[in-house]
T-cell receptor, first 113, second 117 residues
Framework: AAGVIQSPRHLIKEKRETATLKCYPI?????VYWYQQGPGQDPQFLIS???????DKGSIPDRFSAQQFSDYHSELNMSSLELGDSALYFC????????????FGSGTRLTVV | AQKITQTQPGMFVQEKEAVTLDCTYD???????LFWYKQPSSGEMIFLIY??????QNATEGRYSLNFQKARKSANLVISASQLGDSAMYFC??????????????FGKGTMLLVSP
């Protein structure tokens, strides 16, 4: 079965650079979520999209933005990167608002040096 | 306020024994869902089991079962016959409806399980 695809798997950036993370949800899933998991931390909700419209925002810094495109893939754009942005970034998708569960991608591990 | 509480930062269990990972939650929403995820050292988030707030019976998935006590607001994960491959971080999570009207998952701090031979 198709899963949630995230790219790249690993990313190393320098401070003040920008990064773009991509997510391809499971076909026919209507909602995409982005989570940030710092080292030794639990995942924190950043932002979600329902049918390509932003549906909710969590603790997403103003330096970050995201969008969902017509083909339903989503991108998380991070600018002016800081050391504290080093984390595992997960994308998840669901159908019917999570009634049938959430499927997570393998994550993108971002390291800011 | 923490909505999902996992009080055990770490647990040790011997291979083939059963282990219970604790999870308590707090919500005023009558409709919610509780999930358990496994995160091995490789980092991926693997879904284990789900319990809906209106489900009458405890959920089971192979060696995983969820001890759901609604009145106590607890949703403990029971792993029977532990295997070495069960060593991982385990997260309890709750689906709840936010002010936006949309739902998302809120995670607990996790429990690190180590299975010894």
């Amino acid at each position: 079965a198709a899963g949630v695809i995230q790219s790249p798997r690993h990313l190393i950036k320098e401070k003040r650079e920008t990064a773009t993370l991509k997510c391809y949800p499971i076909p026919r899933h209507d909602t995409v979520y982005w989570y940030q998991q710092g080292p030794g931390q639990d995942p924190q909700f950043l932002i979600s999209f329902y049918e390509k419209m932003q549906s909710d925002k969590g603790s997403i810094p103003d330096r970050f933005s995201a969008q969902q495109f017509s083909d339903y893939h989503s991108e998380l754009n991070m600018s002016s990167l800081e050391l504290g942005d080093s984390a595992l970034y997960f994308c998840a998708s669901s159908a019917r608002g999570g009634d049938y569960g959430y499927t997570f991608g393998s994550g993108t591990r971002l390291t800011v040096v | 306020a923490q909505k999902i509480t996992q009080t055990q930062p770490g647990m040790f269990v011997q291979e083939k024994e059963a282990v219970t990972l604790d999870c308590t939650y707090d919500t005023s929403d009558p409709s919610y869902g509780l999930f358990w995820y496994k995160q091995p050292s490789s980092g991926e988030m693997i879904f284990l089991i789900y319990q809906g707030s209106y489900d009458q019976q405890n959920a089971t998935e192979g060696r995983y079962s969820l001890n759901f006590q609604k009145a106590r607001k607890s949703a403990n994960l029971v792993i029977s016959a532990s295997q070495l491959g069960d060593s991982a971080m385990y997260f309890c999570a709750m689906r709840e409806t936010r002010r936006s009207g949309y739902s998302t998952l809120t995670f607990g701090k996790g429990t690190m399980l180590l299975v010894s031979p």
